[in-house]
T-cell receptor, first 114, second 110 residues
């Protein structure tokens, strides 16, 4: 199993550009999450999904959109990039029925908006 | 709202024991998790407590006191590779998402 994979690893965007951060997991996990992590800080939840077709907002959803058409994929869309969106983005997944809510993280996408 | 407080930095020497504290204010608190993150890496799960008491996993142990809204991660026999950031994260009842603290950077010195 590859686990949780994210592409791209690194991207530079100009202000106002848009892009999609890709996230795929091959563990058949129902739950998937998007976080952002600013330097020296903890993870802030952007959006999460409890299954295909179901998404919900986290703490910092403004400026982002998500969709979940399959169990495996959970892309994150930035429509109008702003410098405040410069961050490292982590995707994570978790299996339903796990009382511990153990989350498995992808390697992250480092985004720089100039 | 929700908040989790952790010390920002802790320094210890190889072979020693270190405790990283976490206090939380979380409505509908369900459980507390701990994650490790090396520089440039992804967070990885270490431990979880839903009930009061100590959970031991090898050199790492985690403790929870629900009445005090407090938990800690205990790292024994510190090794250089334990130098990393450690995050506590709270789970709320009925919500499949975690709220993370700001993290504690542990530096292990020879």
């Amino acid at each position: 199993n590859a686990g949780v994979t994210q592409t791209p690893k690194f991207r530079i965007l100009k202000i106002g550009q848009s892009m999609t951060l890709q996230c795929t997991q091959d563990m058949n996990h129902n739950y998937m999450y998007w976080y952002r992590q600013d330097p020296g800080m903890g993870l802030k939840l952007i959006y999460y999904s409890v299954g295909a077709g179901i998404t919900d907002k986290g703490e910092v959803p403004n400026g982002y959109n998500v969709s979940r058409s399959t169990t495996e994929d959970f892309p994150l869309r930035l429509e109008l990039a702003a410098p405040s969106q410069t961050s490292v983005y982590f995707c994570a997944s978790a299996v339903s029925g796990d009382d511990q809510e153990t989350q498995y993280f992808g390697p992250g996408t480092r985004l720089l908006v100039l | 709202g929700q908040s989790l407080e952790q010390p920002s930095e802790v320094t210890a020497v190889e072979g020693a024991i270190v405790q990283i504290n976490c206090t939380y204010q979380t409505s509908g608190f369900y459980g507390l998790s701990w994650y490790q993150q090396h520089d440039g890496g992804a967070p990885t799960f270490l431990s979880y407590n839903a009930l009061d008491g100590l959970e031991e996993t090898g050199r790492f142990s985690s403790f929870l006191s629900r009445s005090d809204s407090y938990g800690y991660l205990l790292l024994q026999e510190l090794q250089m590779k334990d130098s990393a950031s450690y995050f506590c994260a709270a789970r709320r009842t009925g919500r499949r998402a975690l709220t993370f603290g700001s993290g504690t950077r542990l530096q292990v010195q020879p």
